[in-house]
């Protein structure tokens, strides 16, 4: 992710009025975006627990820290907004409007490199760029087989070849598009022969993946929601690295969201849904060792989907 916040206004410090913050770790403090639907908030923790910055939501399921020190995030499932650090409204997309009178979510949304916007339409079924006035500048379509405005899709990524990776929450799949609207891979979140089971925590089971994310091997990196699983595929679809539910010693994984690979060969974990006895993001080495978690259920709570580490404060 680009994430840069070098600079964050004095005025937004909340320190001062900050609930305890605890840290599971076996490594030093980080900073922490993180987002909760059950407290409403979404924040920039600071390494030592406080928070640099914060703005309530509603619904969530992703945001992301611009180049500029600006927010994108989502508030409610239809509006996506850019934020500045003192919370002022500078653009926003209003899927609602776009789309009168026709059931739509947003789940996923990225600020691209040379300034649209893409967005995901769960329900229209649809992947959109749009400008800062709001102008479509290029659709894609999407194959659905279960379509549901709030399960179409989670996280969806565009790619550096032109692409776009989205995760089909109903479908239990991962799907490539080409800006074209065709697919060029996917693959089948697998149930390794286990009966689904309703629910959000650990004891629920199935494939509604939450996250994909293509590595710099041309593997693919897929949180798989209630699969309580991160796995890494290779092109030709052969799992060949994954981390289960009960594989980290003392924790629980309980519905993956957020998944990714960082340089040094460690891979982040977001682990929603799981409970206060169980941290909400891991670092884990290739050989399944925790060399760090975070655990705040102060600030925020068992619904904390959106989890990212950020740059270190310049």
Known sequence: MNLSLSLLFPGIALASTLLAFSTAAAGPGKRILAGDDSTRRLAIVAPDGSLEWEIPVTAIHDATVLPNGNVLL??????????????????????AKANP????????????????????????????????????HREVKLQVDHSNAHSDTRLVR?????????????????????????????????????????????????????????????????????????????????????????????????????????????????????????????????GRQVVWSWTDFKNFGNSTPVVAVLPPRK
Not at 112 to 126: F, N, V
Not at 164 to 172: C, F, K, M, T
């Open 74 to 95: 989502q508030q409610g499932w239809t509006r996506v907004q850019e934020v500045t650090p003192d919370r002022k409204v500078v653009w926003e997309y209003d899927a």
């Open 158 to 286: 565009k790619l550096g070849n032109g692409n776009y990776l989205v995760a089909h929450e109903a479908d239990g799949r991962v799907r490539e598009y080409s800006p074209e609207g065709k697919i060029v891979w996917q693959y089948d979140v697998p149930l390794f022969g286990k009966e689904g089971k309703g629910g959000h925590g650990p004891e629920a089971f199935g494939n509604q993946v939450f996250a994909a994310t293509r590595l710099a091997n041309g593997n693919t990196l897929i949180g798989t929601g209630n699969g309580h699983s991160v796995l890494e595929v290779n092109p030709a679809g052969s799992i060949v690295w994954k981390v289960e539910q009960k594989d980290l010693p003392g924790i629980t994984l309980a519905w993956v969201t957020r998944v990714e690979r960082l340089p040094n060969g460690n891979t982040l974990i977001g682990n929603c849904h799981a409970g206060p006895e169980n941290p909400q993001l891991i670092e884990v080495t290739p």
């Open 101 to 136: 009178g026709k059931p739509v979510e947003v789940h996923a949304f990225q600020r691209l490199p040379y300034g649209l916007t893409m967005i995901a339409e769960s329900g229209p079924g649809r992947i959109i760029e749009v400008d800062r006035e709001g102008k479509i």
